[in-house]
């Protein structure tokens, strides 16, 4: 059992902190909403007022907050977690947040000899409620290893992907693919529909074919090919539009800083900037179909 620290129990970080306190650990939780708080200790774990509270006696502390703006907050500065910590206490972000906010914490916290390794997630809320989130892990190797047992707990399958900020970068990578995959998945649907072919003999077709990816064979956009996608149940979330505009923000400020060209994901990313600012932002990324199909994009 090792007495673990929480903070941030919205939507991911509840259920993930639930879990951790199923494998037997015992969880302190903090969030600045008072009601996660109580649910977590309706689900057995403690209550913190603020971060000193889950410092106090935490070996581990992991994190699942909404930005890098909120991760700045909790771990730096005199008050924050990384000044509160005990010594050793391995830090664990599970936030997606930009790679420079994220190199920049774990260097402050290297300063104070604290492990600490950022560890985004996939798999959304259906993967944090069932333990089986994919982790992209950045960080030293012997961190890694003190935090696999704890990620396990929460997840299936865990990947250090190399140094500091690596996690994130990962994450980010892999969601512009996902966010230009739909985009292109989407449009071979509409353009389908006006060469008169078919839905499902076109995912016949490219699910065998070299344009099969995961876009198409588990999230398909439009009704019926796959029954559990959610166009199915009117777009309903899944991943959220908004969410997939923030990683693809993220990507587009990663490519900037490295000078890295990425035409087609600055061009995903204005496309759900369109379709978010249209007020479809709660919507599961893959409605995007129904813009292209009405030409308001
Ligand atoms: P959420 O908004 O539901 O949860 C964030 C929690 O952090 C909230 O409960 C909020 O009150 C709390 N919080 C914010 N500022 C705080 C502070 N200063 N101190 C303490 N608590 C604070 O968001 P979520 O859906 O749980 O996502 C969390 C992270 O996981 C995000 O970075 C998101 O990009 C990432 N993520 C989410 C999903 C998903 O499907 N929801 C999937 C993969 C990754």
Same mark, same amino acid.
């Given at each position: 059992?090792?007495?673990?620290g929480f903070?941030?129990?919205?939507n991911?970080g509840l259920?993930?902190?639930?879990?951790?306190?199923?494998?037997g650990?015992?969880?302190?939780?903090?969030?600045?909403v008072?009601?996660s708080?109580e649910k977590?200790t309706?689900?057995?774990?403690?209550?913190a007022?603020?971060?000193s509270g889950?410092?106090?006696?935490?070996?581990?502390v992991v994190?699942?907050?909404?930005s890098g703006?909120?991760a700045?907050?909790?771990y730096?500065?005199g008050e924050g977690?990384?000044?509160?910590?005990?010594?050793?206490?391995?830090?664990i972000?599970?936030?997606?947040?930009?790679v420079?906010t994220?190199?920049e914490?774990?260097s402050?916290?290297?300063?104070?000899?604290?492990?600490?390794?950022?560890a985004?997630?996939?798999?959304? !809320?259906? =993967?944090?409620q069932?333990?089986?989130?994919?982790f992209m892990?950045?960080? #030293?190797e012997?961190?890694? +290893? %003190?935090?696999k047992?704890?990620l396990?707990?929460m997840?299936k399958?865990?990947v250090h992907?190399?140094?500091a900020?690596?996690g994130?970068?990962a994450?980010?990578?892999?969601n512009?693919?996902?966010?230009?995959?739909?985009i292109?998945?989407?449009e071979?649907?509409?353009l389908a529909?006006?060469l008169?072919l078919?839905?499902?003999?076109?995912f016949?077709?490219?699910?065998?074919?070299?344009g099969q990816?995961?876009s198409?064979?588990?999230?398909?956009? !439009?009704? =019926?090919p796959?029954?559990?996608?959610p166009?199915?149940?009117?777009?309903? #979330?899944?991943f959220?539009? +908004? %969410?997939m505009?923030?990683?693809l923000?993220?990507?587009?400020d990663?490519?900037?800083?490295a000078?890295a060209?990425?035409p087609?994901?600055?061009?995903?990313a204005?496309?759900?900037?369109?379709f978010?600012g249209?007020?479809f932002?709660a919507k599961?990324?893959?409605?995007?179909?129904?813009?292209?199909r009405a030409?308001?994009?």
């Amino acid at each position: 059992m090792t007495h673990i620290g929480f903070i941030g129990l919205g939507n991911m970080g509840l259920p993930m902190a639930q879990n951790l306190i199923k494998e037997g650990h015992d969880v302190t939780g903090f969030d600045v909403v008072t009601a996660s708080v109580e649910k977590l200790t309706a689900a057995g774990g403690k209550a913190a007022a603020d971060v000193s509270g889950v410092a106090r006696n935490a070996t581990v502390v992991v994190t699942m907050l909404p930005s890098g703006k909120e991760a700045r907050a909790i771990y730096l500065g005199g008050e924050g977690l990384i000044a509160k910590a005990r010594a050793g206490t391995l830090l664990i972000d599970c936030s997606t947040i930009d790679v420079a906010t994220a190199r920049e914490i774990a260097s402050v916290a290297a300063d104070r000899g604290l492990p600490m390794l950022d560890a985004p997630v996939s798999g959304g !809320v259906g =993967g944090a409620q069932g333990a089986t989130l994919t982790f992209m892990v950045g960080g #030293a190797e012997d961190a890694f +290893a %003190m935090a696999k047992p704890y990620l396990e707990a929460m997840g299936k399958t865990v990947v250090h992907a190399g140094g500091a900020g690596n996690g994130q970068a990962a994450k980010i990578c892999n969601n512009m693919v996902l966010g230009v995959s739909m985009i292109a998945i989407a449009e071979a649907f509409v353009l389908a529909e006006k060469l008169g072919l078919d839905h499902q003999k076109l995912f016949d077709v490219t699910s065998k074919s070299s344009g099969q990816c995961w876009s198409l064979t588990t999230y398909c956009p !439009v009704p =019926g090919p796959v029954p559990t996608s959610p166009a199915n149940r009117d777009y309903q #979330a899944g991943f959220t539009a +908004a %969410m997939m505009l923030k990683d693809l923000k993220l990507a587009q400020d990663a490519a900037l800083h490295a000078t890295a060209s990425t035409p087609l994901g600055a061009e995903a990313a204005m496309l759900f900037n369109r379709f978010v600012g249209d007020g479809f932002g709660a919507k599961d990324f893959s409605g995007i179909v129904n813009f292209l199909r009405a030409n308001r994009l």
